[in-house]
């Protein structure tokens, strides 16, 4: 069992840079590959990037690649997404997720955070 806090999300103007954090509690939070899902506003949930437990793979959406970085510290029990060159269709509720299988699809995660609201301005 693990359970995910995000936290960062604000409203910033387009061009602009945030890092959202993803604390974790749980012992067994290390062994779990971690993946960062987004919900625009009317629309349905998306992938946007995924860490192995180890930090050792990543993957991105297309739609973020060059502009996004994951990342994740186990001694913090924390993952992170550093984002950059924000679009206004960056606009979405952030969350991240945790499970033992590498994968994208939001339905194959098991553990879930609240959600931290990411809001770009043009």
């Known amino acids: 069992q693990v359970q995910l806090v995000e936290s960062g999300g604000r409203l910033v103007q387009a061009g602009g840079s945030l890092r959202l954090s993803c604390a974790a509690s749980?012992?067994?939070?290390?062994?779990?590959?971690m993946g960062w899902f987004r919900q625009p506003p009317g629309k349905e949930r998306e992938f946007v990037a995924r860490i192995s437990w180890s930090g050792g793979s990543t993957s991105y959406a297309d739609s973020v690649k060059g502009r996004f970085t994951i990342s994740r510290d186990n001694a913090k029990n924390t993952v992170y997404l550093q984002m950059n060159s924000l679009q206004p269709e960056d606009t979405a509720v952030y969350y991240c997720?945790?499970?033992?299988?590498?994968?994208?699809?939001?339905?194959?995660?098991?553990?879930w955070g609240q959600g931290t609201q990411v809001t770009v301005s043009s």
């Open positions: 749980g012992r067994t939070y290390s062994s779990y590959a």
């Open positions: 997720a945790a499970d033992y299988r590498w994968t994208v699809r939001g339905t194959e995660y098991n553990f």
